[in-house]
């Protein structure tokens, strides 16, 4: 049972327009929520994360939205530049308030910038 | 910093052997994350520990996988005897506990394949 979900495997989107990564989440004890961005034979990097508490945080080009009703998370970049082609994976944990637990990833969604 | 760090980076053992994938975590911090990444389940959690002490192994897959901490420096991830299936990348992480929201950072991963 996938508590995160991230339903387009992939996502082509032309530089300088804007890029939307969907997530989606189900289990309703997740309070805190991460984007990670990984390159081919390198280990997740972090991006930005968003708190429930919040409904939306911004990062320069990045920007996560929060909807706790429907359970939904986006990234939006913009402008959308060739180095942000990578796979991007959504990440939840219950441990945002002061505990530790680990995370809980989708599958990723592998976002390709078209010059 | 030197960031997390793995070794090896790549394993080619044959079925039956002992495994062993070495982390060592960025200097202060006080938990370390071991995940898994297959095509098929995307990235697990396998284990995590907090100050050198494992706190939650329900994701470890089997007896045959053991992971300790010895130090605040170092974690080892043992897999005996090895299986085909467990061929993937295994990764480790590391964070700092904070007050809200935590950040993991993650090795650049072991990529293990078992003939």
């Known amino acids: 049972d996938q508590q995160v979900k991230q339903n387009s495997p992939s996502l082509s989107v032309q530089e300088g327009r804007i890029s939307i990564l969907n997530c989606d989440y189900t289990?309703?004890?997740?309070?805190?929520f991460l984007w990670y961005k990984k390159y081919p034979a390198e280990g997740p990097t972090f991006l930005i994360s968003i708190s429930s508490i919040k409904d939306k945080n911004e990062d320069g080009r990045f920007t996560v939205f929060l909807n706790k009703s429907a359970k939904h998370l986006s990234l939006h970049i913009v402008p959308s530049q060739p180095g942000d082609s990578a796979v991007y994976f959504c990440a939840a944990s219950e441990g945002a308030g002061g505990g530790a637990d680990g995370l809980t990833f989708g599958k990723g969604t592998h976002l390709i910038i078209q010059p | 910093d030197a960031g997390v760090i793995q070794s090896p980076r790549h394993e080619v053992t044959e079925m039956g052997q002992e495994v062993t994938l070495r982390c060592k975590p960025i200097?202060?911090?006080?938990?370390l994350f071991w995940y898994r990444q297959t095509m098929m389940r995307g990235l697990e959690l396998l284990i995590y520990?907090?100050?050198?002490?494992?706190?939650?192994d329900s994701g470890m897959p089997e007896d045959r996988f053991s992971a300790k901490m010895p130090n605040a420096s170092f974690s080892t991830l043992k897999i005996q005897p090895s299986e085909p299936r467990d061929s993937a990348v295994y990764f480790c992480?590391?964070?700092?506990?904070?007050?809200?929201?935590?950040?993991?950072?993650f090795g650049p991963g072991t990529r293990l394949l078992v003939l």
């Open positions: 200097s202060g911090h006080d938990y």
């Open positions: 520990f907090n100050n050198n002490v494992p706190i939650d």
């Open positions: 992480a590391s964070s700092l506990r904070r007050f809200r929201g935590q950040i993991q950072y």
């Open positions: 289990n309703s004890m997740f309070d805190y």
